[in-house]
C-alpha cells in the first residue's frame, strides 16, 4: 500500500490538479472533517470509481461551527486518517491549515436564502454559511471534475447541489448513501461522544424513521401523523431532547402535510452533550 501524499498550500493543490488535468485525468474530490469512519470511506470508494485521482480534504472547518459547539472537543486522528485513505486508495489528502484556508481579513462567504435558516439552520446559525463558503473554497483548492458527498447530511446535500446550480461550479455531484452500525444508528464522528447509555438510546432515530417509513410504504400520507411515530419513537428515551422531527419535499426541501412526492423524513436530538441528526427518503 503507498502511503498517501499530503498538501497543505493552496497554491500547490492548485498547481497539481491542473498538472493532473493537462495530462487528461479526472480528480474527484472528498471532502471530509476527518476522524474517518465507514461512511467516509464509502465516499472514498464512489470516487474511486469516479476518477483517475482521489482528493480527500481533511480540514475542520471552524466557520462552520457555532459559539459554544464542539469545534475545539471535534475528534481528530490524522495519522489514522492518513492510513485509511492510503487504504482506500486516495492520492493525495489536502489537509491545509485555518490559517491557509482563512488568512487574515478573509471576509468573501458563500450564503444563501430560506433553506439555510431552517432546519438545521435554526438550530446552528450560520452553519450553512461555513459549510457552502468552505465547500466552494475547497473546490476552488482542488478544481475536480466531481465532488462527492454523503446522504446522511441531507439538507447540506440539498445545499451544495443548489449552489453548484446557482453560482455554475462546472462540477459533477455524487452522493452516497448512508452508512449505518448493524443496529441501524447512523456512522458519525460524533458518535465516539455517545456514553454506552446513549449510544443505546440513540437507536431511536432510525427506528423512528424506519416506523414512519414502512407506514408510508403501507399507504400513510399525512405528514403530521408520519411526523408523531418518529417523534414518539425518540421521545420514550429518557435522555432523549429533540430539536426537530420534520418532513420536507426533496425538491424544495420545504415542510409538506402530504407525502405525494419524494420527501425525506428528517431527525436532530441531542443525547447529553451529543447532538446528532438522521434521515430517511419517502419515496
Ligand atoms: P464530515 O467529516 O462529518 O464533514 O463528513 C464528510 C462527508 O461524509 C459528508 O459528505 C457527510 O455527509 C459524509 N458522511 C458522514 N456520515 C456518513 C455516513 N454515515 N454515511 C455516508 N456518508 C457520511
Not at 77 to 88: K, P, S, V
Request: net charge negative.
Amino acid at each position: 500500500m503507498k502511503p498517501t501524499g499530503t498538501i497543505t498550500r493552496v497554491a500547490d493543490m492548485q498547481a497539481w490538479s491542473e498538472e493532473k488535468r493537462a495530462c487528461g485525468q479526472r480528480v474527484a474530490l472528498v471532502p471530509t472533517m476527518g476522524y474517518l469512519h465507514a461512511g467516509h470511506c464509502s465516499l472514498l470508494k464512489l470516487a474511486r470509481q469516479q476518477a483517475d485521482q482521489v482528493v480527500m480534504s481533511l480540514f475542520v472547518n471552524p466557520t462552520q461551527f457555532g459559539p459554544g459547539e464542539d469545534y475545539a472537543r471535534y475528534p481528530r486522528d490524522t495519522e489514522r486518517d492518513l492510513n485509511l485513505a492510503a487504504e482506500y486508495g486516495v492520492d493525495v489528502v489536502f489537509m491545509p491549515s485555518t490559517e491557509e484556508m482563512y488568512p487574515d481579513g478573509s471576509i468573501h462567504f458563500v450564503d444563501a436564502s430560506d433553506v439555510v435558516d431552517t432546519l438545521e439552520g435554526e438550530y446552528r446559525p450560520g452553519h450553512f454559511r461555513g459549510v457552502l463558503t468552505i465547500v466552494a473554497k475547497l473546490f476552488l483548492a482542488v478544481h475536480p471534475h466531481a465532488a462527492v458527498f454523503g446522504e446522511k447530511d441531507a439538507q447540506q446535500w440539498w445545499l451544495i447541489q443548489k449552489m453548484v446550480k446557482d453560482l455554475n461550479f462546472p462540477i459533477k455531484l455524487i452522493s452516497g448513501p448512508t452508512i449505518r452500525e448493524p443496529d441501524g444508528l447512523a456512522l458519525s464522528s460524533r458518535n465516539t461522544y455517545l456514553s454506552p447509555e446513549h449510544r443505546k438510546q440513540a437507536v431511536a432515530l432510525s427506528r423512528g424513521l424506519k416506523v414512519a417509513q414502512a407506514l408510508h410504504q403501507k399507504g400513510e400520507s399525512n405528514a403530521y401523523i408520519l411526523r408523531q411515530h418518529i417523534w414518539d419513537a425518540i421521545a420514550e428515551q429518557p435522555d432523549a431532547q429533540i430539536d426537530y422531527v420534520e418532513i420536507v419535499s426533496q425538491s424544495h426541501f420545504a415542510p409538506v402535510t402530504l407525502v405525494q412526492e419524494p420527501c425525506l423524513a428528517l431527525v436532530a436530538a441531542r443525547f447529553g452533550q451529543t447532538r446528532l441528526i438522521d434521515n430517511i427518503a419517502l419515496n
